[in-house]
């Protein structure tokens, strides 16, 4: 099973890297069509969409995922249909109803002032469609992913995006004539049409999995009534619902306090929304795409975890905490570095938007820490203790509310502030979740390979640095920019192997460059 989480992870990756690939062609060309007041439109709609979405799934499709693995690895395989079709039909409905929430509040949201840009309209009406088929997407995601295929989820991701960029950019340009408002709203209409795509997807391998055990062996024990497994479903989709809810909640408090701290500030509301996007619509993507193979792992390890809880492996728990976190180390800290060294230039070939590089250096310390909170959520929930990274969640929340509105509002930090708010919130929340890995796992940070990290990081983004400025004048950025990348990697692998904080069954776990190790 420790295989085949791994060999999750690397699926995962992969479709994460393919997927944030294509997302970045997107956002780069988006970005130029609808520059950053147009970006800070569509933002303005997003976090709606993504509060709606978790309160449609309510955390089912995690505890799907538990509830199936436990029975396949009971080879329960009725007991794990049944838990799929009461959540289907659970799912569609709460999908409708959200949807249509979304698209008949649009109208609320501007009026009341909670959005403070009306402009925001289309582009919330444009993404309701897809909060009830996402859903559904949702629901196929997680039982899949009970046992622990991961190939259904990486093909549809892939075939979603390419959906979802053809649609968001063909539509935004042919709107851009009416206006940004319509140009957003063209935007938003992607991620409709892309989450149909998905789901044709996932209908295609859910027909294709296996009805029975291939060993032969069957389940005799009781099966659970309808009653139960719902139950069951509620007991932890609840607190894994109101975990997934906190950060479109954040998002959403940000959307509230950070333009209006802005124009506290001294910002007009045309700047507050540009300084936003360059938040939210720049700086964050970033951060999410240097988490990539945490979110993997993260992904990977709920099915796992909840494998090994089902049969006692006490040992497998904590042999596969303390390897999803030795490979969290090596896949943050040197990418935390690196963006915060390359911030400028990355901002600028990416968005040609220079004016990000403050926000983005800031975000580049929070990969390390987000990191850390996705993996240590994974293994929670899959310990069947989803109510965990709730309360810590919260803790945090209260900490960035209270950083954002005061650090906002100062003249001389503007955007920088909210920056230095999400990273707090981020390591606190991180910080509680491994204390409670500590207690129920025995693990907590393995500092002794931690510092090699680091010092591995710190010692390649100190040689890149000088080795960009050095050769800045002689080459052109793009190039320059590449090159320095692809030496930072090579830089912190010579480096970890000399500190011997890298040996070749770590660099043959790790995802993509595993197959150098071999």
Known sequence: MASGFLKGTLILTIAGFVVKAIGSINWILLSRVL???GIGIYQMA?????????????GVPIAISILTAERLALYDYTGAKRVFTLSFWMLTATGLIASFAMYFGADWLISSGYIIDSRAYYSIIALAPAVFFVT??????????????MTPTAVSQIVEQ???VVVMLGAASMLMPYGLAAAAGGASLGAGVGAVGALIVLLYYYWKLPKSPENGESYDGIQESSGTILGRLIRLAVPISLASIMLPLVANLDLFIVPRRLEAAGFSTGEATELFGYLTGMAVPLINLATIITAALATSLVPSISHALAKHDKQGIFNRTAGAMRLSFMATVPFSVMLYVLAGPTVTLIYNAPKAEAATQILAIAIFFLGIHQVTTGILQGLGKPTLPVINMGIAMVIKVILNW???AIPTLGIAGASYATVADIGFAALLNLIYIKTYTGYFLDFSILWKNVVSATIMGVLIYMSYHTLAESLPMA???ILTGIEGIILYVVIMVLLKGLNRQDGASMPLIGRFFR
């Open 35 to 37: 520059g950053g007041e």
């Open 46 to 58: 997003f976090p709606i969409y993504l509060f709606l979405l978790q309160v449609s799934s309510a």
């Open 136 to 149: 559904l997407i949702s629901c196929f995601r997680g039982y899949i992913q009970g046992f622990e295929l």
């Open 162 to 164: 390419l959906l979802r």
């Open 406 to 408: 005061n650090l906002t």
């Open 479 to 481: 190039v320059n920019f």
